[in-house]
């Protein structure tokens, strides 16, 4: 179960409303979205989350670039909303490096979904990989830990949030009764 919200800070404070992800392709899709919910280029946060899986935070500033965390890149890599997220800057990787050419396939002629990998059978991760990439994704925390800091939410904070994250951070703003309202 996923969930996502945009809290947009105005004059007045936060102010909160769900937000449909299916149409949201990239990650300038989702920051143009975040735009959209703040006509005054005020800071925007795009909160998503899947339960006790990992959550992320995307900033946006004005027409700054997003800013953008994710508590754990492999569960992400897993998720069509996390994938927006994992972009290739975001996993230090070079841009455009897809891995999609025909050095990278796999032509040892196992069948699709079969492995002859002895990780699985004895239990290892098998290694999360991108969607499209074939290169692995770090388990744990990626990207801009830093990114509420300015708000009151610390490096340190963040990194030690599981459970309900989303709640954790509107809480810290003092927005959590705005958030309740698109939950």
Same mark, same amino acid.
């Given at each position: 179960?996923?969930?996502?919200?945009?809290?947009?800070? =105005? /004059?007045?404070? &936060?102010?909160?409303?769900?937000?449909? %992800?299916?149409?949201?392709?990239?990650? *300038?899709?989702? #920051?143009? %979205?975040?735009? /959209?919910?703040?006509?005054?280029?005020?800071?925007?946060?795009?909160?998503?989350?899947?339960?006790?899986? &990992?959550? $992320?935070?995307?900033?946006?500033?004005?027409?700054?670039?997003?800013?953008?965390?994710? *508590?754990? @890149? @492999?569960? #992400?890599?897993?998720?069509?909303?996390?994938?927006?997220?994992?972009?290739?800057?975001?996993?230090?990787?070079?841009?455009?490096?897809?891995?999609?050419? %025909?050095?990278?396939?796999?032509?040892?002629? =196992?069948?699709?979904?079969? *492995?002859?990998?002895?990780?699985?059978?004895? $239990?290892?991760?098998?290694?999360?990989?991108?969607?499209? =990439?074939?290169?692995?994704?770090?388990?744990?925390?990626?990207?801009?830990?830093?990114?509420?800091?300015?708000?009151?939410? *610390?490096?340190? /904070?963040?990194?030690?949030?599981?459970?309900?994250?989303?709640?954790?951070?509107?809480?810290?703003?003092?927005?959590? /009764?705005?958030?309740?309202?698109?939950?």
């Amino acid at each position: 179960m996923y969930f996502a919200a945009l809290l947009a800070r =105005t /004059e007045d404070g &936060w102010e909160a409303s769900d937000t449909e %992800l299916d149409d949201v392709e990239t990650l *300038s899709d989702l #920051a143009d %979205l975040a735009r /959209e919910a703040s006509p005054d280029e005020d800071t925007v946060l795009v909160l998503i989350e899947q339960e006790d899986a &990992w959550f $992320g935070v995307v900033r946006v500033d004005g027409e700054e670039d997003p800013r953008i965390y994710v *508590s754990d @890149a @492999a569960a #992400a890599a897993r998720s069509s909303y996390g994938e927006i997220l994992l972009t290739d800057e975001l996993l230090g990787r070079d841009p455009g490096d897809d891995g999609d050419d %025909l050095d990278a396939l796999d032509l040892d002629g =196992t069948e699709d979904g079969e *492995s002859d990998d002895e990780d699985d059978e004895e $239990g290892g991760d098998g290694g999360d990989t991108a969607a499209g =990439t074939g290169e692995a994704v770090p388990h744990g925390p990626v990207g801009d830990a830093e990114v509420l800091d300015d708000l009151g939410v *610390s490096e340190k /904070e963040l990194r030690s949030m599981s459970g309900d994250a989303v709640g954790e951070i509107a809480e810290a703003l003092g927005a959590s /009764e705005v958030l309740e309202t698109v939950r």
